[in-house]
T-cell receptor, first 112, second 109 residues
Framework: EPEVTQTPSHQVTQMGQEVILRCVPI?????FYWYRQILGQKVEFLVS????????KSEIFDDQFSVERPDGSNFTLKIRSTKLEDSAMYFC??????????FGPGTRLTVL | GQSLEQPSEVTAVEGAIVQINCTYQ??????LSWYQQHDGGAPTFLSY????GLEETGRFSSFLSRSDSYGYLLLQELQMKDSASYFC??????????FGSGTQLTVLP
């Protein structure tokens, strides 16, 4: 099954700036997820999004984070005021016909 | 809390069989998945067990024992391209995945 696509592949930003990471589904899926992976560490769940609403979020997903599906197609993760520790790979995932999660290629976020 | 334990590193030679174990603790269990990740790449789904027993997909098999909170991934006929990190992950009520810390597999010629 095709994976989602993500843009940009690499984002460099200054601490305190807002960033928006985008996930573009190939077809009309209902379940989306955001995960992050700090370099050398495990993949961590951030938030799940079902039928245009947040269905679950982790402790990492604090008030600095938000998710939207602004145009019914793209699925975005916004970090309002980035911190150095937000530097990580951010993966979007979606479930397929068998509830398996398929990950996008990721966006590498570097906060300076 | 929720946690998954797996060995940090495993080394094997081409053509061999390797088993990567995963023990978990969770308040709610819906299934155990296995993912492969090459350096700089995205996690790629390998296998999934919701019920006890063995699931086979080509050279990869995965086993689950819910009573023992234990599973493993079995890789047969190892190839150089299998060198990667392997993660077990359990699924929560909203289908979110909680990953283990990963096992770095090195396949030697």
């Amino acid at each position: 099954e095709p994976e989602v696509t993500q843009t940009p592949s690499h984002q460099v930003t200054q601490m305190g700036q807002e960033v928006i990471l985008r996930c573009v589904p190939i077809s009309n899926h209902l379940y989306f997820y955001w995960y992050r992976q700090i370099l050398g560490q495990k993949v961590e769940f951030l938030v799940s999004f079902y039928n245009n609403e947040i269905s679950e979020k982790s402790e990492i997903f604090d008030d600095q984070f938000s998710v939207e599906r602004p145009d019914g197609s793209n699925f975005t993760l916004k970090i309002r005021s980035t911190k150095l520790e937000d530097s990580a790979m951010y993966f979007c995932a979606r479930t397929g016909s068998t509830d398996t999660q398929y990950f996008g290629p990721g966006t590498r976020l570097t906060v300076l | 809390g929720q946690s998954l334990e797996q060995p940090s590193e495993v080394t094997a030679v081409e053509g061999a069989i390797v088993q990567i174990n995963c023990t978990y603790q969770t308040s709610g269990f819906y299934g155990l998945s296995w993912y492969q990740q090459h350096d700089g790449g995205a996690p790629t789904f390998l296998s999934y067990n919701a019920l006890d027993g063995l699931e086979e997909t080509g050279r990869f098999s995965s086993f689950l024992s819910r009573s023992d909170s234990y599973g493993y991934l079995l890789l047969q006929e190892l190839q150089m391209k299998d060198s990667a990190s392997y993660f077990c992950a359990h699924e929560g009520s909203a289908r979110q995945l909680t990953f283990g810390s990963g096992t770095q597999l090195t396949v030697l010629p």
